[in-house]
């Protein structure tokens, strides 16, 4: 969706960590989202953090909010061939989610 | 079993037939959406649903009509078919929290318009 934006494509190393990056454009979002898209698989949520707080962290994967730039990020530390995937940064306010148009993230050996 | 479910998996049509996806839950949801992804556009809504009796339209939803059967139940239909709406479709659904709004994404449906 035209509202966040995110880059489309990260090559990664296997054992670096992956950061991608989400910006968003409504100030009046309560909760970001970070769901996972798996080759031939729908959507599944892999966190969300609440917009009064700065950093999430849970287990390998910490998600970090500036709500001053609205720009929100994923880390993915340790990445692993089972982390490629596409991911996309989406905003809620009440019902709606917005999409962005989603990362692919390689992963090679 | 899979929470929510879609029907058909893949579909290949022809411009101006009449298609139907089907999307089942067993969430016990009340709210259930349709969306369609397409390659470096990320995931646009088409129509959603917060129960039976209440069905709003989102940001791309001529050339589509929906019906919700039922709580479980809830279909998207293609009129007449076109080219341009090849794409991934994906049934999700929802429960009121608030503002939190965590959606349960089907398996998608993809549609093919020769």
């Known amino acids: 969706g035209e509202d966040v934006e995110q880059s489309l494509f990260l090559s990664v190393r296997e054992g670096d960590s992956s950061v991608i990056n989400c910006t968003y454009t409504?100030?009046?979002?309560?909760?970001l989202y970070w769901y996972k898209q798996e080759p031939g698989a729908g959507l599944q949520l892999l966190t969300y953090?609440?917009?009064?707080?700065d950093m999430k962290q849970d287990q390998r994967l910490t998600v970090l909010l500036n709500k001053k730039d609205k720009h929100l990020s994923l880390r993915i530390a340790d990445t692993q061939t089972g982390d490629s995937a596409i991911y996309f940064c989406?905003?809620?306010?009440?019902?709606?989610?917005?999409f962005g148009a989603g990362t692919t993230v390689t992963v090679r050996a | 079993d899979a929470d929510v479910t879609q029907t058909p998996r893949n579909r290949i049509t022809k411009t101006g037939k009449r298609i139907m996806l089907e999307c089942s839950q067993t969430k016990g949801h009340d709210r259930m959406y349709w969306y369609r992804q397409d390659p470096g556009l990320g995931l646009r809504l088409i129509y959603y649903s917060f129960d039976v009796k209440d069905i709003n339209k989102g940001e791309i939803s001529d050339g589509y009509s929906v019906s919700r059967q039922a709580q479980a139940k809830f279909s998207l239909s293609l009129e007449s078919a076109i080219p341009n709406q090849t794409a991934l479709y994906f049934c999700?659904?929802?429960?009121?929290?608030?503002?939190?709004?965590?959606?349960?994404f089907g398996p998608g449906t993809r549609l093919t318009v020769l």
């Open positions: 409504d100030s009046s979002s309560t909760y």
């Open positions: 953090i609440f917009s009064n707080m």
């Open positions: 989406a905003e809620t306010n009440d019902y709606k989610l917005s």
């Open positions: 999700a659904t929802s429960d009121k929290q608030g503002s939190y709004n965590e959606q349960f």
